[in-house]
């Protein structure tokens, strides 16, 4: 079975410093996408960055960047000069895609980043 | 292009009672997913659904919890009976073929 887990419940950080937030997943697929997304104080899920397996670099999205090591099955999620608007809740997300046509997001526990000023 | 909007998004009821959360998918998108938080925890796969049909429930309590999704109108989620239990954030997506899921904000239920 998939699962996703993040080791680390909660992290904070520095204003204008960098954290790096890690997962770590369990699959036997060789094809497969992964996902960060934020979950501010408002609840709502936003995605931050997705990783194509079959693509071996890594995924970047202006101040958000991964480390995807396939063989290790390691999605980290870096975070750089770090802002205020970024404290909230990551999760880490695996997609599994059925035989029968389903598709399902799989995540994991989730860290809660705090932003010092 | 409107997001996905899910209402209510503060349901309160009591123990026995029904739990109705609706969510109407983003404009164009023909598949819609539920998902449920509990409390420190990730999102959990309830159902996946299209148009008139259930794809994959494989994530739903065998009792009391269904879904439907009708050719028109939002999908609805519905809790009977509801237990002290299924308080929790329950949150609606939707995709294209396999794109993308845009979620909504949540619903928020809490059973007293």
């Known amino acids: 079975a998939q699962t996703v887990t993040q080791s680390q419940p909660e992290m904070s950080v520095q204003e204008a410093e960098t954290v790096t937030l890690s997962c770590t997943y369990d699959?036997?697929?060789?094809?497969?996408?992964l996902f960060w997304y934020k979950q501010p104080p408002s609840r709502q899920m936003i995605l931050v960055i997705r990783?194509?397996?079959?693509?071996?670099q890594n995924a970047t999205e202006n101040r958000f960047s991964v480390n995807f090591q396939k063989a290790a099955k390691s999605f980290s999620l870096k975070i750089s000069d770090s802002q205020l608007g970024d404290a909230a809740m990551y999760f880490c997300?695996?997609?599994?895609?059925?035989?029968?046509?389903?598709?399902?997001?799989?995540f994991g526990k989730g860290t809660k980043l705090t932003v010092n000023p | 292009n409107a997001g996905v909007m899910q209402n209510p998004r503060h349901l309160v009821r009591r123990r026995g009672q029904e739990a109705r959360l609706r969510c109407s998918p983003m404009?164009?998108?023909?598949?819609v997913y539920w998902y449920r938080q509990l409390p420190e925890e990730g999102l959990k796969f309830m159902v996946y659904?299209?148009?008139?049909?259930?794809?994959?429930e494989s994530g739903m309590p065998k009792e009391r919890f269904s879904a439907e999704f009708p050719k028109e109108g939002p999908s609805i989620l519905r809790i009977q009976q509801v237990v002290r239990g299924d308080s929790a954030a329950y949150f609606c997506?939707?995709?294209?073929?396999?794109?993308?899921?845009?979620f909504g904000e949540g619903s928020r239920l809490t059973v007293l």
């Open positions: 997506a939707s995709s294209e073929y396999t794109g993308e899921l845009f």
């Open positions: 699959t036997s697929e060789s094809d497969y996408y």
């Open positions: 990783q194509e397996a079959y693509k071996q």
């Open positions: 997300a695996y997609r599994i895609l059925t035989q029968g046509g389903s598709e399902k997001l799989v």
């Open positions: 404009k164009g998108h023909s598949h």
């Open positions: 659904l299209q148009k008139e049909n259930i794809i994959d």
